[in-house]
């Protein structure tokens, strides 16, 4: 059935944003032990836990707005944890793995942020007023993660230099 209403598509891309918060419940795990700042590793568990609620959100949120989430999996995702995946494989363990991996977190972090960015918009055009302030808590928290990468980024080249 093709998507024609804005209704549709939201219900689409929260269905989309459920499977890649589910992905990085999985993905996070693997991202804390290959770090070797135990700075960067505890923010990678802090965003697991960060993660669990935000999927549990989404099911809050579904509930509360009467929707039905769609079994699919979210493909854009998948294709950034994969590219995560492969740095782990390739990257020795050490600062230069530590550099990838805040690299491949934060364009997981960007695509959620666009993710949340978009459903909030929809969210406030289709008048669910209850899905708003669940969908910016969530977002809030994906651009404090960001945030937080960009600083131990920023640490890490200050330390490389040295
Ligand atoms: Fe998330
Ligand atoms: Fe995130």
Sequence with gaps: ?????????????????????KQMTRSLPKMAKHAT??????????????????VARIE????????KLKRIKCEGMAG?????????DQVEEGPVL???LIGAAQKAEHYE???????????KKLGLAQAVPLLQATLK????TDQKLSVLAE???IEQAA
């Design 113 to 123: 942020i666009a993710s949340y960015t978009s459903l909030i918009l929809m969210a």
């Design 80 to 88: 950034l944890i994969e590219e995560a995946t492969s740095m782990m």
């Design 155 to 157: 640490a890490q080249q």
């Design 1 to 21: 059935m093709p998507i024609k209403a804005v209704h549709e598509l939201f219900i689409h891309e929260l269905s989309d944003t459920y499977s890649a918060e």
């Design 60 to 67: 809050e949120l579904a509930e509360a707005a009467g929707l």
């Design 37 to 54: 700042d135990p700075e960067l590793a505890a923010a990678f568990e802090a965003h697991l836990e960060e993660t669990r609620g935000q």
């Design 141 to 144: 928290e994906e651009q404090a």
């Design 98 to 100: 530590d550099a990838a």
